[in-house]
Nanobody, 126 residues
Framework: VQLQASGGGLVQAGGSLRLSCAAS????????MSWIRQAPGKEREFVAT????????YYADSVKGRFTISRDNAKNTVYLQMNTLKPEDTAVFYC????????????????????WGKGTLVTVSS
């Protein structure tokens, strides 16, 4: 599966953005999808997951209550609605896919994902 993320940009603190990740192929619903971000000089950080089939979602504690992950299998797209953005949310956001589902502790590990998009930059100004 090929992934293309979009929707990043510059926003003031407290603002909102919605990221999209479009997937190619006809088996999108067989993949659990996640958003993972990487801030300058930092390691990749799990943000959110939406499991295949069940639609169960997991979030990092740092974004819980502010971000919402969703998917539209008819459009082969996963979304990340980001509200109440903070300067510390500044990062390149990547969408990632894996043909599996598991616990939050497993899904938050970036190394399990087989497919990655190129990322979209989110910059939050203070």
């Amino acid at each position: 599966v090929q992934l293309q993320a979009s929707g990043g940009g510059l926003v003031q603190a407290g603002g909102s953005l919605r990221l999209s990740c479009a997937a190619s192929g006809r088996t999108f619903n067989n993949y659990s999808m996640s958003w993972i971000r990487q801030a300058p000089g930092k390691e990749r950080e799990f943000v959110a997951t939406i499991l295949r089939y069940s639609g169960i979602t997991y979030y990092a504690d740092s974004v819980k209550g502010r971000f919402t992950i969703s998917r539209d299998n008819a459009k082969n797209t996963v979304y990340l609605q980001m509200n109440t953005l903070k300067p510390e949310d500044t990062a390149v956001f990547y969408c990632a896919a894996v043909m599996a589902e598991s616990s939050r502790d497993i899904m938050r590990n970036p190394s399990i994902y087989n497919y990655w998009g190129k990322g979209t930059l989110v910059t939050v100004s203070s």
